[in-house]
């Protein structure tokens, strides 16, 4: 049964950074392609940034470009959201997603999220 377990979220102020960290379980992930959304209070869902497990290949929300950064460490299964720059309405709870397919419309597999609160 796979298990994603999310860690990093915090409280800081705007300008700061997080390191978010998801600890994937229960299989092998090659092939996978790994992400991460969030969801702040009153709005929907939204996609953040995706990665390939096999192949590296990324992408990016429009709205985190330039400021996240997501990785994998094979060895360790653990996915990474690297987030500089942080604004306010980067608040929201941050999922950890995994899907078997190259590019998913929706993902199998959801971590429970890890709550990253940024002051102005």
């Known amino acids: 049964q796979v298990q994603l377990v999310e860690s990093g979220g915090g409280f800081v102020q705007a300008g700061g950074s997080l390191r978010l960290s998801c600890t994937a379980s229960?299989?092998?992930?090659?092939?996978?392609?790994m992400g991460w959304f969030r969801q702040a209070p009153g709005k929907e869902r939204e996609f953040v940034a995706r990665?390939?497990?096999?192949?590296?290949?990324?992408s990016y929300a429009d709205s985190v470009k330039g400021r996240f950064t997501i990785s994998m460490d094979n060895a360790k299964s653990t996915l990474y959201l690297q987030m500089n720059t942080l604004k306010p309405e980067d608040t929201a709870l941050y999922y950890c997603?995994?899907?078997?397919?190259?590019?998913?419309?929706?993902?199998?597999?959801w971590g429970r999220g890890t709550q990253v609160t940024v002051s102005s």
């Open positions: 229960g299989r092998t992930f090659s092939g996978y392609t």
């Open positions: 990665i390939s497990w096999s192949f590296g290949v990324i």
């Open positions: 997603v995994a899907d078997p397919s190259p590019s998913p419309a929706r993902y199998d597999y």
